[in-house]
C-alpha cells in the first residue's frame, strides 16, 4: 500500500508574517505603494488569501516591512559580529558596509513609499546614541590611542560620512564604494606628502 506524503508542517503567524515581510521588501523597492497582492503572493509562493490570515491589509503588511527596516537592533547585531582584531581599516570598512546597506534600503524603500519618515539611523529612545557608541568603543578599541577624538565621535564621523554618500540627492555625482568612504575617513583628501630628499650636512672643517 502506497503510503502518503505527510502534509507540510503549517507555518505559525509569526513565521508567515516574515515571510511575507521577506516577499513583500523587494516589490515595495520596485513598485511603491502600488504593488498588489497578487504580486505578493506570486512572490511568496502562496495563495492571495494567505495574506489576509497573516495580515489584516496589504497597508499593515507595508508599515510591518517599514517597521522591520526601521528597528535598529538587527543592525547593531551585525555591527557587534565585526571582529575587533581585523587590521583598522577592515574594520572600517566594514562598519561602512553595514551602514551603507541600511541607509541605501531604507531611503530606497521611503522614496519608493512617497513617505518622509525617520531618517535611517533613527533610533527610538534615550538609549540609541549610547548603545551605537558603546559598540564603536569595542570595535575600535585596539585603536583608540591613534584617533583624535573619542570612539563615540569616531562612530558619528563614520554614520556622518556615509550617510551623506548614500543620498544620491547629497552626494549629487558619482557611487562611492566601500573603500573610497573608509579611505576618506582615514585619511581624509589630502595626498601623503612626498619623502623629502636627504641631504648630508657637511663638516665643518677643522
Not at 507540510?8 to 516574515?18: C, F, G, M, N, T
Not at 523597492?29 to 490570515?53: K, N, P, S, W, Y
Not at 522591520?68 to 566594514?94: K, S
Not at 585619511?187 to 606628502?193: K, Q, Y
Amino acid at each position: 500500500m502506497a503510503h502518503k506524503p505527510a502534509r507540510a508542517k503549517a507555518l505559525s503567524v509569526e513565521d508567515r508574517q516574515a515571510m511575507l515581510i521577506d516577499a513583500v521588501t523587494p516589490l515595495l523597492l520596485e513598485h511603491g505603494q502600488a504593488v498588489t497582492t497578487r504580486q505578493i503572493a506570486d512572490c511568496a509562493g502562496i495563495a492571495e488569501g494567505t495574506i489576509f490570515r497573516a495580515f489584516g491589509s496589504k497597508d499593515e503588511l507595508i508599515q510591518a516591512a517599514v517597521a522591520r527596516h526601521l528597528d535598529p537592533e538587527p543592525f547593531r547585531q551585525q555591527l557587534r559580529g565585526i571582529d575587533p582584531l581585523l587590521p583598522l581599516e577592515d574594520r572600517i570598512r566594514a562598519i561602512v558596509a553595514l551602514m551603507r546597506a541600511r541607509f541605501t534600503t531604507m531611503f530606497t524603500l521611503m522614496t519608493a513609499l512617497g513617505r518622509h519618515g525617520p531618517p535611517p539611523g533613527h533610533e527610538k529612545g534615550h538609549n540609541g546614541a549610547g548603545e551605537f557608541a558603546g559598540i564603536m568603543s569595542v570595535i575600535l578599541a585596539e585603536d583608540l590611542e591613534r584617533f583624535l577624538v573619542p570612539a563615540e565621535r569616531v562612530g558619528q564621523i563614520i554614520r556622518l560620512v556615509t550617510l551623506a554618500a548614500s543620498v544620491p540627492q547629497i552626494r549629487n555625482g558619482p557611487d562611492f564604494d566601500d573603500a573610497e568612504i573608509t579611505a576618506l575617513i582615514l585619511h581624509g583628501i589630502m595626498a601623503p606628502p612626498a619623502p623629502q630628499p636627504v641631504t648630508s650636512t657637511p663638516h665643518p672643517v677643522t
